[in-house]
């Protein structure tokens, strides 16, 4: 469920719970215009506490380029000594 559902869910709880005078035997409607409110808020909390973790940028180890290896050949066909 995404934000918007969170708030469709706060809104019409609190619609239920402040703005009806319905009565239904065996349901309170003041109750669960309460849970869907609360649930809507859970939402919300999580949605927002996922959406921070996904932007915070860790920062990376940052590339360190080499330079080049110039290997100087010398005339009669040895190099540096070690075979390269």
């Given amino acids: 469920m ?3 559902g969170c708030i469709i869910l706060i809104a019409v709880g609190a619609i239920l719970t402040f703005a009806t005078d319905w009565h239904m035997q065996g ?3 003041d109750l ?4 869907l409110m609360a ?3 859970i939402g919300v909390a999580t949605f927002s506490g996922i959406a921070r973790r996904r932007r915070v940028v860790v920062p990376s180890t940052p590339v360190v380029e080499e330079e080049p290896h110039h290997h100087h050949h010398r005339v009669d066909g040895y190099s ?3 075979g390269v």
């Fill in 2 to 4: 995404g934000l918007g």
């Fill in 80 to 82: 540096d000594g070690y």
């Fill in 32 to 35: 669960v215009g309460i849970i």
């Fill in 39 to 41: 649930v809507g808020l």
């Fill in 27 to 29: 349901v309170n409607l």
